[in-house]
């Protein structure tokens, strides 16, 4: 006998989600998807250097500069260690 799956939260109230997307403007074209997303990271990026150069108070672009590297490199490591897991735990039969 299987167990019947629950329904996601989401799923039930998909009204609701309909709404909210008939709000939002969604690009056109791919191209200009490309760019909103390129804007986007641009904007986010600069967020990121300044929220580090208030924490690391100072204005040497090089510091700030060799920081944002690091940190996206341990981020980017922290990711792979997470989908190994995610995947390994997939892999691994229930039981």
Same mark, same amino acid.
């Given at each position: 006998?299987?167990?019947? /799956? %629950?329904?996601p939260?989401w799923?039930?109230?998909? =009204?609701?989600?309909?709404?909210e997307l008939?709000?939002? *403007?969604?690009?056109?074209t791919?191209?200009?998807g490309?760019?909103?997303?390129a804007k986007?990271?641009?904007?986010?990026?600069?967020?990121?250097? /300044? %929220?580090?150069?208030k924490?690391l108070r100072?204005? =040497?672009?090089e510091?700030v500069e060799l920081?944002?590297? *690091?940190?996206?490199?341990?981020f980017?490591?922290?990711d792979?260690?997470?989908k190994?897991?995610r995947?390994l735990?997939?892999?691994?039969p229930?039981g």
């Amino acid at each position: 006998m299987q167990r019947r /799956e %629950e329904v996601p939260w989401w799923l039930k109230r998909l =009204d609701l989600v309909r709404a909210e997307l008939r709000g939002m *403007r969604f690009p056109s074209t791919a191209e200009e998807g490309v760019r909103q997303c390129a804007k986007l990271s641009a904007v986010s990026m600069g967020l990121f250097k /300044e %929220e580090i150069r208030k924490t690391l108070r100072t204005r =040497d672009e090089e510091t700030v500069e060799l920081e944002t590297r *690091r940190l996206i490199a341990r981020f980017s490591r922290t990711d792979a260690r997470w989908k190994m897991t995610r995947r390994l735990k997939r892999a691994r039969p229930e039981g």
